[in-house]
């Protein structure tokens, strides 16, 4: 059976939208969905199913967890094979996260426009800067250098799409966990 990873979107953030992984991998479970694990609070969940096609199964999770809930959770799903090409194609990946430079991911729920793209690119800077490639977001960032520029609230805003952001150390922990 194929695996899929789901990233959810501000769960266990600021005292807001609580959810005990016990319980998603549970919620996971309910839906029909084998081998299912969770990997640290920010709502990462490895899951199995034949059932194919990363926008339906981002669509039934994002029901039944509402549904289940009472409250939103966007949901964006990859398969374990396409985490591994988003590790593959990080244009930051000669750069080591030493605590100082840090490499982000962020998981787009649809591609965004060409414009809203361009757009987006004009806030690089020396502090972070961005790389959009499809449905991904990369972001790398100098923590010495000042605030950092993109945020959710700016991703989001600029290219009109839903974002979760995850560092690449979860990024890679994840395809290690879960590659066969």
């Given at each position: 059976?194929?695996?899929?990873?789901?990233?959810?979107?501000?769960?266990?953030?600021?005292?807001?939208?609580?959810?005990?992984?016990?319980?998603?991998?549970?919620?996971?479970?309910?839906?029909?969905?084998?081998?299912?694990?969770?990997?640290i609070q920010s709502g990462n969940v490895y899951f199995e199913t034949t059932k194919a096609g990363?926008?339906?199964?981002?669509?039934?999770?994002?029901?039944?967890?509402?549904?289940?809930?009472?409250?939103?959770?966007?949901?964006?799903?990859?398969?374990?094979?396409?985490?591994?090409?988003?590790?593959?194609?990080?244009?930051?990946?000669?750069?080591?996260?030493?605590?100082?430079?840090?490499?982000?991911?962020?998981?787009?729920?649809?591609?965004?426009?060409?414009?809203?793209?361009?757009?987006?690119?004009?806030?690089?800077?020396?502090?972070?800067?961005?790389?959009?490639?499809?449905?991904?977001?990369?972001?790398?960032?100098?923590r010495d250098r000042g605030k950092a520029k993109f945020e959710n609230k700016l991703i989001e805003?600029?290219?009109?799409?839903?974002?979760?952001?995850?560092?690449?150390?979860?990024?890679?922990?994840?395809?290690?966990?879960?590659?066969?």
């Open positions: 059976m194929p695996g899929y990873v789901a990233f959810h979107r501000a769960i266990n953030v600021s005292g807001t939208k609580i959810i005990k992984m016990v319980y998603l991998k549970q919620l996971f479970e309910d839906m029909g969905f084998k081998n299912v694990s969770t990997y990363n926008g339906t199964l981002s669509e039934k999770i994002e029901k039944h967890l509402h549904r289940t809930l009472g409250f939103e959770v966007e949901t964006m799903v990859r398969t374990v094979d396409e985490l591994q090409s988003i590790a593959d194609k990080d244009p930051y990946k000669k750069i080591e996260d030493d605590g100082n430079a840090v490499v982000y991911v962020g998981f787009l729920a649809d591609e965004p426009a060409k414009e809203q793209k361009e757009l987006l690119l004009t806030f690089n800077s020396e502090i972070d800067e961005c790389t959009i490639n499809g449905k991904e977001i990369y972001i790398l960032r100098y805003t600029k290219l009109k799409v839903k974002c979760t952001t995850r560092n690449r150390k979860t990024l890679l922990k994840m395809i290690g966990l879960y590659k066969k």
